[in-house]
């Protein structure tokens, strides 16, 4: 490991403990996982199904997404990006108001 990926970790870290909203940090932890998930699977020299990988409450997380789909409970990509602007606009500004 070099500085720079030291430095970046170290920027990262704070950065989380500056984060107070459970949802952001939850968030932060499925992406995360995935990310350690994907390394693990791609360095296995089994032929594993990814679900294997998976822990149990990842497994409930995807049947339960498999059924919202299932229902139709579904958005548009174009729905999904104009709540993504809000929802960062919106914690953004509770930033601004944190640090004043």
């Excluded at 409970?73 to 990006?81: A, S």
Aim: net charge negative; proline share 2%; charged share 30%.
């Amino acid at each position: 490991m070099n500085a720079s990926n030291d430095t970046i970790k170290q920027q990262l870290h704070q950065m989380i403990d500056a984060i107070d909203d459970v949802q952001v940090l939850n968030a932060l932890r499925e992406e995360a996982a995935t990310y350690i998930l994907q390394q693990d699977v791609a360095e296995a020299d089994d032929d594993k199904d990814p679900v294997d990988y998976l822990t149990p409450e990842q497994l409930v997380d995807l049947e339960e997404s498999i059924a919202e789909v299932e229902r139709g409970e579904v958005i548009t990509h174009e729905e999904f990006l104009t709540n993504m602007n809000t929802w960062l606009t919106e914690l953004r500004t509770q930033n601004d108001l944190k640090t004043r």
